[in-house]
């Protein structure tokens, strides 16, 4: 029944994330809202949707740890699994803005994130203000350089979305919203289950099926685009993508419920893990050939996360 219910939760999730972005991106086009601001920001915050409502629905139920797990494991995830994957299937180039600007705020953030966790073994109300705080400001940025044209914006706004009706954008909103409390839910409650079963940590559950169940989406598009000789994803993207984890989702949910730290492990552990992958990625940009992940970079990376799956279930 738990499996049944973290099944169910991620058919939801994706489902009431898909909608919602739907909804969002009609919505911005007939108020003539731009498709840079829309692609930079509203499609970002409804992306991030899913895992924002596990997290929230996880500390509202008092179980902190799958919060905190849900982020830093879905990091990892962004890095070891769906980078590693794609990059093993087809090579990916680098954007040298990489080293400018993306790869710094996200070390920057996740060291923040740290010391949050560290000083008050908690992230406080006032501590996710400043996570949000920071979402702006890099915000302002990424639109300041993409103006100026420093940047590109992938153009993945959906055009045809502006003939729909405001009615039709309600019913995207309705059901985009049920999908995603519902699901939320339901893999949170069949998590815990689950761990209970097997006498495992929500902790570990979190850092590893629930990271990788929202990761899936995601994993799925870049890998049928890069089989297909397509663009698949921009290692920006992956970036800008756990910049956004760590300063929307765990911002707004400690804004709404502070997170506590329960298990010493994401502390003394995990949260290494998720700076290690982030950090790895700036020697392997400059090892030959340089500004591109290639196929050998991909597996090592991929190795990597393997090992930290497994190492996490022996703890």
Do not use: C
């Not at 738990?2 to 919602?20: K, P």
């Not at 020697?283 to 393997?306: D, E, N, Q």
């Amino acid at each position: 029944m738990n499996i049944f219910l973290v099944a169910i939760g991620f058919v939801f999730l994706v489902i009431g994330g898909e909608f919602l972005v739907r909804a969002s991106v009609a919505l911005s086009l007939k108020l003539k809202i731009s498709k840079m601001i829309i692609g930079l920001t509203i499609v970002s915050f409804a992306t991030s949707a899913p895992e924002l409502l596990v997290s929230l629905q996880a500390a509202l139920s008092g179980f902190s740890d799958i919060s905190l797990g849900n982020v830093i494991g879905s990091n990892i995830a962004n890095i070891g699994l769906v980078l590693g994957l794609t990059a093993i299937i087809s090579s990916i180039g680098i954007d040298r803005d990489f080293l400018r600007f993306n790869w710094p705020v996200m070390m920057l953030l996740s060291g923040l994130l740290y010391l949050f966790l560290f000083t008050g073994e908690q992230i406080s109300r006032v501590e996710g203000v400043a996570l949000l705080i920071a979402l702006v400001i890099f915000l302002l940025v990424l639109v300041r350089k993409a103006i100026v044209g420093h940047i590109e914006i992938d153009d993945e706004v959906d055009d045809k979305l502006d003939q729909a009706s405001y009615f039709k954008i309600f019913l995207w909103l309705i059901i985009g919203g049920a999908g995603l409390y519902y699901g939320s839910e339901w893999l949170v409650d069949g998590a815990v289950g689950i761990a209970e079963y097997f006498s495992v940590s929500e902790r570990i559950i979190s850092i590893t099926l629930i990271a990788v169940g929202t990761s899936v989406p995601e994993l799925a598009a870049s890998v049928i685009a890069a089989l297909k000789k397509e663009k698949a994803i921009s290692l920006g993207n992956l970036i800008g993508s756990n910049i956004f984890n760590i300063t929307s989702v765990l911002g707004l949910t400690a804004i709404i419920q502070p997170i506590n730290l329960q298990s010493k492990e994401i502390l003394t552990n995990d949260i290494f893990w998720m700076i290690g992958f982030s950090f790895i990625l700036l020697p392997l940009v400059f090892l030959p050939p340089k500004f591109t992940f290639s196929r050998y970079k991909g597996i090592f990376i991929f190795i990597a996360y393997i090992i930290f799956i497994l190492l996490s279930f022996r703890a």
